[in-house]
């Protein structure tokens, strides 16, 4: 089943590029009255834990930074339609009372049920984002203040998992998802843009609690996004 689902991943990255060349090729062919809208963005969110874990409780700021670049590739000769496929950075914080500890050379993981000790775990991991998304925008080429809806999803490439418990050394979490996807919906006008994302996948690869709960952490986001030319 890992086989099988590193193997599509591998496939829908080459699919990606394969679109990022067909923009690339056609630069010098586009009709007079388009554009593109290529677009440097960075993005702040909150995380939302969006499985239910028993006792389970999320304290202070989660949420990620994002930082990227996307490619515009009008569909029509106004431009007001595009697809767009990018490259991005995410670095991820999540604070809660989940608690990884070390016991027999492996990490088990707990709920801590302490009002002084629940806030104190933090995690921390980044990625490498490859968003492929639909823009809609009511733009022109002497209007650079526009209504805009970009909706798509994202593959991510995710590095090892840092945790600072309530108490103890650092320790590097190494079950975390290579691969997961992402589906989402941003939309604004001019720089401001509102930017909602839901994972598919777990972070965590088949945890549970040593009380026996399944440890599905999966996030919804919610935030700000702004684009830059």
Sequence with gaps: MEITLKISTKKKLITLFCFLGLG????????PNSYR???FYFASTYFIQTESIKDFKQNGFSGNFQIGFIRDIPLNKDSTRA???GLG???NYFTSNIQPIEQDDQIDYRIVISRFLESKNKISFSSISFP???RWRNSSLKEYKFWRIYSGFKIKKNFSLYSNPSYGSELVIEE???WISSIYFNAGYNTWNISLEYDLNPIIKNKKTIDGDNLNLSFFRLGLIFYFL
């Design 24 to 31: 690339l090729y056609s630069q010098n062919n586009i009709e």
């Design 37 to 39: 809208e290529d677009q």
């Design 83 to 85: 697809l767009g496929i």
């Design 89 to 91: 950075y995410e670095r």
């Design 132 to 134: 492929f998304e639909y």
């Design 176 to 178: 975390i998802q290579d």
